[in-house]
């Protein structure tokens, strides 16, 4: 039975075992049109990979980016996501976590 599923925030390293579900939901200020960031990516798509869900069930006012990823085998990660090109806001920074995947 994979772990349950927990969401990732940036800067933070992360532990899961193989078949784990975690979550990044990057939140832009309400009066934005789009989010700040770009969809998150995974560095190694063979240990953690981003996987399809329903978002319709999530409605929200402000705009959100949201990526969920499961941990396919052991090894590490890198989920990035880079700041929109040409944004210019010092109030927010490039999205960046360390997920380690063990077996069980």
Do not use: K
């Not at 772990?3 to 899961?16: I, K, N, P, Q, R």
């Not at 990516?41 to 063979?46: G, L, M, R």
């Not at 990035?80 to 960046?96: C, E, F, H, I, V």
Request: proline letters at 12%.
């Amino acid at each position: 039975m994979p772990a349950v599923a927990t969401f990732l925030h940036s800067g933070e390293g992360l532990h899961l075992t193989i078949g784990a579900v975690v979550w990044v939901v990057l939140v832009g200020p309400a009066s934005w049109p789009a989010s700040p960031w770009l969809t998150p990516t995974s560095s190694n798509t063979s240990v953690l990979r981003s996987v399809p869900f329903c978002t319709s069930i999530y409605p929200a006012s402000a705009p959100l980016n949201w990526t969920v990823f499961r941990a396919l085998r052991p090894g590490r990660a890198v989920v990035n996501a880079p700041l929109t090109p040409g944004l210019d806001d010092p109030q927010y920074a490039p999205y960046r976590a360390v997920v380690h995947v063990a077996r069980a």
